[in-house]
Nanobody
Framework: VQLQASGGGLVQAGGSLRLSCAASGRSFSNNGMGWFRQAPGKEREFVAG????????VYADSVKGRFTISRDNTKNTVYLQMASLKPEDSDVYYC?????????????????WGQGTQVTVSS
């Protein structure tokens, strides 16, 4: 079972990026999915989550109104569209599959993790 995150890169402040997380080895269509981010020396921070049916996505206050999480269960893929990026959004971004049908802001509720993709926003 593997979650492969991609789409990170270097972008100027105010720009956009779309992260993708493709799952292989099993279907996660019945699982909540989430995106987290982590800076060196800091705890992993919840960014956004989506439940199995795509209703009621949830966001951290710091990204609300700028980031959009979505999923395509036919492709076993979850996305994070990031807009109006700020330098403080620079982190390694991780996707994760929840142990439940819903997402959660708690990293311990996730059983599978991707390898992370670096996002760097220059000022």
């Amino acid at each position: 079972v593997q979650l492969q995150a991609s789409g990170g890169g270097l972008v100027q402040a105010g720009g956009s990026l779309r992260l993708s997380c493709a799952a292989s080895g099993r279907s996660f269509s019945n699982n909540g999915m989430g995106w987290f981010r982590q800076a060196p020396g800091k705890e992993r921070e919840f960014v956004a989550g989506i439940n199995w049916s795509s209703f009621s996505p949830v966001y951290a206050d710091s990204v609300k109104g700028r980031f959009t999480i979505s999923r395509d269960n036919t492709k076993n893929t979850v996305y994070l569209q990031m807009a109006s990026l700020k330098p403080e959004d620079s982190d390694v971004y991780y996707c994760a599959a929840s142990r439940y049908s819903y997402s959660s802001p708690r990293s311990r509720d996730y059983g599978y993790w991707g390898q992370g993709t670096q996002v760097t926003v220059s000022s």
